[in-house]
Structures are given as C-alpha cells and as structure tokens.
C-alpha cells in the first residue's frame, strides 16, 4: 500500500466502502492466517479513492462534496465471491465482486469529478476488490487464496466511509499507525457518522485512469 507523504499542512485520506462488521471480521482472519501485518490496521473495505493528500483546510470542502455524491447515489447490491490476484506483476490475493462493480466504478468516478476537491487520476485501471493478502511470501498469498475461496459477502451498499490516516506524529490506536473513520456518508445525502475534525447526468468525468493491469492494493 503507497502512502503519500503529507507535507505539514496536509493530511491523507482514502473514500472506500466498508464492509459490515461481520464479514470484515472474516477478511482479517484471513489476513492474519496469510501472515499479512496489515490485517489489524487497515479496515476491510473497497476502495474508492486510493490514499491521497489533501490540505487540512479543505476537509470541510470534501466532506460536503462526499455528501453531495451520496445524496445523488442508490443503494445497489454487491456480491464478494471470486478469488483473484495480480501475481506475478504484484504479491497481491483479493476477493472480487461478482455482482456490484459497475455500480462502484460509477461512484468512484462521480468522488474523482474533475470539478471535485478530489479530482485525481489513478495510477492502476479501477479494479474493485477486498485484499485478502498483500506483500507477503507466495506461502501467504496461497493460504489467502485458499481460504478466500470459502468466503461469500452479500450485502447492500447504504453508504460510503471517508478515512483518515494516522501518522506517527497523530493520533493512535491499539495497532498504532493506521486509519479511523473520519465520517460516513449515507446514500440520499444524510451524514451517518463523523469524527471531530475532520444526478450523474451532467457531471464532469473523473480523471483518467492509466491504460495497465491493476497491480495496488490495500
């Protein structure tokens, strides 16, 4: 996983769908069978928008823009099921989605409008996933392949997650560095939770993406 480094006036943040508790739970036992040191410190989730930097006095301007992309989303159904990686280009095993995804890369370009405070290119295509193993030994990535194929998410998507990264010189948690949520989004435009502090017909298209195999995961 690429974190950018924030310079002192910036923070790093990541738009994703979380998963409910239960199959969240499920994924990082995963995880921690596969070896994965990021089992405990990064959520489950799909991403959305990939860690990206952005100056602490906009968080207001994305958090109403979040809201705004929410207000105009329905909820739609997703199903995880279908074991995948990017070996041999990147030591990556995932859970891909067998029903749901068109409707993520909708919602992943209208949260990179070009008009946005989050408007970004992608260095990878958008490829919606859940990791279940990243950068560890091919051992890992075949317990992560293995148990993974007995996984089956269903579930509706009601809402989206903005995160924020702990640094080191931040706030912690029992794993340390990681990220918390720093507010949730329900779709219809009401905000379903926040931490302190933090129609697509006429939109602007989202930044392009570079034409290569997905290979970054987190």
């Known amino acids: ?4 480094a924030p310079d002192a006036h910036q923070c790093v943040i990541g738009v994703a769908i979380a998963l409910p508790s239960h199959y969240a739970a499920q994924v990082r036992a995963v995880r921690e069978a596969a070896g994965d040191p990021l089992a405990e410190v ?3 989730h799909i991403t959305l928008l990939p860690p990206t930097a952005v ?3 906009s968080l207001d301007e994305v958090m109403r823009h979040l809201r705004n992309v929410a207000a105009g989303t329905q909820p739609f159904d997703v199903r995880i099921d279908e074991v995948g990686t990017f070996r041999p280009v990147s030591p990556v095993v995932y859970l891909g989605l067998r029903s749901g ?4 890369d909708r919602l992943q370009v209208r949260v990179r409008d070009r008009r946005g405070p989050l408007a970004r ?8 996933h ?4 990243h950068e560890v030994a091919d051992e890992g990535l075949d317990t992560a392949a293995r148990k993974g194929a007995e996984l089956t998410m269903d579930f509706t998507v009601t809402k989206l997650h903005l995160y924020r990264h702990l ?3 931040g706030r912690s948690t029992r794993q340390g560095q990681g990220w918390e949520v720093a507010a949730a989004f329900a779709f219809g435009g009401s905000l379903a939770s926040g931490a302190t502090g933090v129609s697509a017909e006429g939109e ?6 570079a034409p290569t195999t997905p290979v970054v995961s987190v």
């Open 1 to 4: 996983m690429q974190i950018p």
């Open 42 to 44: 990064v959520p489950p």
């Open 55 to 57: 100056d602490v006095d």
């Open 101 to 104: 995804a068109e409707e993520c």
């Open 121 to 128: 290119s992608l260095s990878f295509p958008f490829h919606p």
């Open 130 to 133: 859940v990791t279940l193993a």
């Open 167 to 169: 640094s080191r010189s």
């Open 204 to 209: 602007a298209p989202a930044a392009p993406a």
